[in-house]
């Protein structure tokens, strides 16, 4: 049950002392340093970041996650029938956030858009292992986009920040993202992952176990106080997730 996590339970003051920077330590050894570029902030003050961190052990999905796809997905196609994408909970939000940093979001969508997209049209929802697919699953219940990473193929501290010219990388299923202008999640070895599609050198396989996931947010704190909860929930009882720690890093004002 999410009231009986023996970390961070007061949200509010969680919030409060999560302002731009945070460091996570936790009991199993995990460790990681998040914060937000000033520059990112300059142009996009609303910007936030949900973080979990946990240890699980990706598997192929099983009925509980289908089951799960298989009640989201037909209310959801009706509902993306009859409202545009731009008014989806967090999705406008985001395609401004990337206007601000100089990003053009028509071309480079948010994956919730991309995910959106595909259910609007038919298409089958790809599944990946546990933990994929429960990011998947939170990303279309709630309209953020998220990323999950192999923490053991993170190195040092991670920034929000916009990609500078002439960054890129390959692209899960994609050749190269130009991330010039995205805001991106970057290491000490570089950029790591975006809204728009995570790198490969941090994307979780069956191998992975120390885990973090990114929730990107251009909306209010309130919109993803709320997902983050729906994501602890989601990561224990999907995914397997123990050892679970999350909290935002937002703006000190």
């Not at 998040?34 to 936030?48: A, K, L, N, Q, T």
């Not at 959801?76 to 731009?86: D, F, P």
């Not at 993803?224 to 004002?253: D, K, N, Y």
Request: charged share 25%.
């Amino acid at each position: 049950e999410f009231n009986s996590l023996h970390l961070h339970q007061n949200f509010s003051r969680l919030c409060k002392q999560a302002a731009f920077f945070i460091s996570v330590f936790g009991e199993h050894g995990m460790k990681t340093e998040i914060r937000i570029d000033d520059d990112v902030f300059s142009r996009c003050p609303e910007c936030r970041l949900g973080w979990l961190t946990y240890q699980a052990e990706p598997r192929p999905s099983g009925q509980d996650i289908a089951a799960c796809f298989d009640a989201l997905v037909p209310e959801l196609k009706l509902r993306l029938e009859s409202t545009a994408l731009a008014d989806m909970p967090n999705l406008g939000e985001s395609r401004r956030g990337y206007r601000a940093c100089g990003k053009d979001p028509g071309r480079w969508r948010v994956s919730s858009e991309a995910l959106y997209r595909r259910v609007r049209q038919g298409k089958d929802l790809y599944r990946i292992n546990s933990v994929v697919d429960v990011n998947n699953i939170v990303s279309l219940e709630t309209g953020f986009s998220l990323g999950s990473y192999d923490m053991d193929h993170l190195q040092g501290a991670v920034v929000l920040r916009r990609g500078r010219p002439g960054e890129s990388y390959p692209g899960i299923g994609k050749d190269s993202v130009d991330l010039e202008n995205m805001p991106l999640l970057a290491d000490e070895a570089g950029p790591v992952g975006s809204p728009t599609s995570d790198s490969t050198r941090a994307m979780v396989t069956p191998e992975s176990r120390r885990l973090l996931t990114v929730i990107y947010s251009f909306s209010s704190r309130e919109a993803l106080e709320e997902a983050i909860r729906l994501a602890v929930s989601r990561f224990q009882t999907l995914a397997g997730a123990e050892g679970l720690e999350f909290g935002m890093v937002e703006r000190a004002f």
